[in-house]
């Protein structure tokens, strides 16, 4: 499943590419009068989804682009692809590089197999269920940090800005006890750069498709990963998107602890 998927997503890649060469990346709109959209974004993900439901005819497939319904998710047991095209399509529409195409395969509640690859960096960050997690095939694992004052620290903003109060308390207390805060605009690199060692934590509220393979990938790398708020009763923790905290194991607790201050806070 794991070299299908590796194979789908450099093909995705080098469709993301093309697309930019070609201007793709500049036909715009916004769905939901927020969030933007490229016609690269759903060119993408036509040729992701085709070739799954070829191979795969029988599998669920949430995608972002086709209108996705993630009710139910924490029941669904059967074979499942969870699919971003272009994670940090703002990066991509502005000609920036952290972008990537993220695509993981889940069964019974659990993440089995994910890629999350950066095609203009040429990364391909790697994952399967017990079987650790490579950055272009070599292992990757944690930062080995212990002092919050020293830690790097990613986080984002959501496209709405209603309620941008609570978050940006918690981007005041972050910054005021780590090293330095981050916003790289693509939350499956985020989470990937977690795994690698490249940043120490990183906190967000987000969407399964932009979470699901770079979960795959910090969990088999050695980081740990979870939220800094309760899970909902009935909620498998897989698939929820609220309040989700990434970090080495050494800064798990001092951040969560961060973040739920701010929380009182407000």
């Known amino acids: 499943m ?36 490229t016609r690269a974004d759903v060119t993408v993900e036509d040729l992701i989804t085709s070739r799954i439901r070829a191979k795969f005819p029988e599998h669920r497939i949430l995608a972002e682009e086709s209108a996705p319904d993630s009710a139910g998710l924490s029941r669904e047991t059967g074979p499942l692809w969870i699919i971003d095209p272009i994670d940090g399509t703002v990066n991509f529409a502005h ?23 950066n095609p203009f ?55 005021m006890h780590c090293a330095d805060l981050r916003r790289l605009g693509s939350a499956a690199m985020d989470i990937c750069w977690v795994a690698a060692g490249r940043i120490d934590a990183y906190y967000e509220n987000l969407s399964v498709w932009d979470f699901a393979g770079a979960q795959l990938i910090a969990r088999e790398a050695g980081a740990s990963y979870g939220h800094f708020q309760p899970v909902p009763e009935g909620v498998n923790p897989v698939f929820h998107d609220r309040a989700i905290l990434v970090s080495n194991r050494a800064l798990f607790e ?13």
């Open 2 to 37: 794991l070299d299908f998927i590796r194979t789908l997503a450099t093909d995705a890649g080098d469709c993301i590419r093309q697309s930019r060469r070609q201007g793709a990346d500049r036909d715009t709109r916004y769905k939901n009068g927020d969030e933007m959209v």
């Open 95 to 117: 000609g920036h590089y952290q972008v990537a195409v993220s695509i993981a395969f889940a069964e019974e509640g659990e993440l089995q197999a994910a890629v999350v690859y």
């Open 121 to 175: 960096l040429d990364e391909l960050f790697e994952a399967s269920r017990g079987g650790g997690a490579r950055l272009n095939g070599q292992t990757i694992r944690p930062s080995v940090k212990t002092e919050m004052r020293r830690a790097l620290v990613a986080t984002g903003f959501p496209y709405n800005k209603d309620d941008m109060a609570p978050l940006l308390k918690r981007v005041n207390h972050v910054l």
């Open 254 to 266: 001092p951040m969560r602890e961060l973040l739920q201050e701010a929380d009182r806070q407000g």
